[in-house]
């Protein structure tokens, strides 16, 4: 019996095509002791390899050549090679720093994210897709690798010469090559394998070290640091690296130490065997037992006259309550058939818990720490005017990632603040303490301005309007996190900072819209997930919270309503309709006096 062959999932001739390009690059050879020779016409098959990829997957909206390069091992096998060989002083050499550079354009579309909902989706997609996630997750772990030869410090030397040159001088080939390498770190902190422990090849703390150890961190806090004044149009790209980097991880948890994370475990352990056992104690009061299965059947009126309904089992005899609620039990549910809703990409998710190893939470935390010193208000001061342009680069995910990271980075500030004063309490230095009770909050000054809650206010108002749960949750937990630190600044030690705080929350509940947002999103909660749930009680417990503390201070708070405004011009809109009206009846009556003669 003969078995026919399965079609090829790619067209022959493109394969041919793309594996002659990949074997004429380069190889491996026994002459040379195992090392990576490039082939005579190298750069050129990598001009090549670069135009089959935009011409052929990118125009036809196809994915057959990453899948030929992906089985033809090109990047393990070619690029990693050729990167990893290119010497620290490879910058002199033209010809390699042309291959090095086109090694990267090839590696950033190949590791770029799958962004493609159902829709959009293709027979060509949906047999190619499995397969390139897959793929991209072993370029990950290579990249990532510690033997893979400084894959990323060597991307990072690939741009230095570009980042060295003043912006106002810099060409639009030094932009393209600093975006490049911004969005290769981008794509390799997105890339994710499901179910891979915290410690795995491709997990957020393998990232987080790679970065740490191969000075991306630190490129990053150079680009962060001056952005407006030498960085222009990376803030975006920068945004996203940050958002990836830091989604799901706790602040709370990155600055506690060994001994203080071992003691919050244990101390969730003992919570949730306690609520366990709780459970387990409420369900024996009605447990079932030995002889509880004797026929017992009962009648309970009901409210209309001559219908009665049964109820079985020995506890419906407890009481009335009961037995009506074992009733009640015995009804079936119509679920409501719901409306089919878009597939959020997994990708943008920030609400499911990361765990970092202990070496990760050390470098990340010294990275946070820094960022907040140096970076955090130049970058967020410049992504703010670029949303309110509303520049090209701007896309809608961005302003979501731009409120979730003010507020990761405003708790990690509080959290901060608060371990250094528990641990100036304990210390019996003086003048440490007494200079950090006179540390102001200038470090996050730049979200704490009208024109940032005017364009949360925005943002809020439009996500509740169109029903975007996830871009209202974000908003949320930013609002949340913008009320607490000014609560801290109304208790801080300086005039300045308590003068501040008093003119924003002024500012926050003179509104009456405000106070009607909050009250709209904790009234449109039904199915968006716990982590929404969470958001949207905490900021209505500290906005309440808040506003008690400070009416209490302030007897004489005054809110003002929209409503009423409305009403008054509506009535003055009338009046003065009323009046033209009588005046055009007036001159209509004289005209009819005037022409019948009775009026001179």
């Known amino acids: ?106 590696l950033v579309p190949l590791t770029w994210p799958m962004e493609k909902n159902d829709s959009q989706m293709t027979v060509n997609h949906h047999r190619h897709v499995p397969y390139i996630q897959l793929a991209q997750s072993s370029y990950k772990r290579a990249v990532l690798d510690s033997q893979s030869k400084t894959i990323l410090r060597t991307a990072v030397r690939i741009g230095l010469p570009s980042i060295a040159i003043p912006m106002s001088e810099r060409t639009t080939r030094d932009e393209g090559i600093i975006k490049l390498i911004l969005y290769l770190f981008r794509n390799l902190s997105i890339i994710s394998t499901t179910g891979e422990s915290k410690e795995g090849p491709t997990s957020r703390s393998a990232t987080i070290e790679a970065f740490h150890h191969q000075d991306v961190l630190a490129l ?114 119509n679920r409501p058939k719901q409306r ?50 509303e520049a090209d680069r701007v896309f809608e995910i961005h302003t979501q990632q731009f409120f979730y990271l003010i507020s990761w980075f405003l708790e990690a500030e509080r959290v901060r603040r608060q371990k250094k004063h528990e641990a100036e309490k304990k210390s019996k230095n003086n003048k440490i303490a007494e200079t950090f009770e006179a540390d102001s909050f200038a470090l996050v000054a730049s979200v704490l301005t009208q024109e940032t809650f005017v364009l949360l ?35 801080s030690s300086l005039e300045e900072d308590q003068e501040i705080a008093e003119n924003i929350q002024n500012r926050i509940f003179y509104e009456e819209t405000t106070h009607d947002r909050i009250i709209a999103i904790l009234r449109g909660y039904k199915d968006q997930g716990f982590g929404y749930l969470d958001s949207c009680t905490e900021l209505s417990h500290v906005f309440l919270r808040m506003l008690e503390r400070y009416a209490r201070e302030n007897v004489d708070l005054q809110v003002r309503s929209k409503r009423r405004a409305r009403k008054k011009r509506k009535q003055k809109a009338a009046a003065s309709f009323q009046r033209r009206r009588c005046r055009r009846r007036c001159r209509q009556r004289r005209r009819w006096r005037i022409r019948n003669g009775r009026c001179s």
Request: aromatic share 8%.
């Open 1 to 106: 019996m003969e078995f026919e062959e399965a079609p090829s999932p790619v067209d022959p001739e493109v394969r041919a095509y793309v594996y002659s390009l990949v074997s004429a690059l380069g190889g491996t050879g026994t002459d040379e002791d195992g090392h990576y020779i490039l082939g005579d016409d190298a750069l050129a098959c990598l001009k090549d390899l670069k135009k089959w990829l935009k011409l052929y997957d990118e125009k036809a909206n196809r994915l057959d050549v990453a899948r030929c390069l992906a089985e033809a091992n090109l990047v393990e096998g070619d690029l990693l090679e050729i990167l990893g060989a290119w010497p620290e002083d490879g910058t002199e050499d033209k010809v390699k720093l042309k291959i090095a550079l086109s090694c990267l354009e090839l």
């Open 220 to 333: 990053i806090l150079t680009i962060c640091s001056n952005m407006g004044e030498d960085f222009n149009t990376q803030d975006m790209v920068i945004l996203e690296l940050l958002f990836h980097l830091l989604k799901g991880v706790s602040p709370e948890k990155l600055f506690m130490d060994q001994a203080q994370l071992q003691k919050h475990g244990s101390n969730e352990l003992g919570a949730l065997l306690a609520k366990e056992k709780n459970m387990h104690r409420s369900y024996a009061k009605n447990a079932p037992s030995r002889h509880n299965r004797f026929g017992t059947m009962i009648w309970v009126k009901r409210d209309e006259p001559g219908k009665v309904s049964t109820v079985s089992g020995q506890d419906s005899l407890k009481d009335g309550q009961h037995a009506l609620s074992k009733m009640d039990q015995s009804k079936k549910w």
């Open 340 to 389: 089919s809703r878009e597939v959020e990409k997994a990708n943008d998710r920030f609400d499911v818990p990361v765990t970092l190893t202990n070496n990760a939470n050390t470098h990340l935390r010294a990275f946070i720490e820094e960022f907040l010193d140096s970076g955090f208000n130049p970058l967020f001061n410049h992504v703010r005017r670029a949303i309110e342009r």
């Open 457 to 491: 206010n925005r943002f809020m108002q439009d996500r509740l309007d169109m029903k975007a749960w996830r871009e209202v949750n974000a908003g949320t937990m930013c609002f949340t996190q913008i009320l607490l630190i000014v609560q801290d600044m109304a208790e």
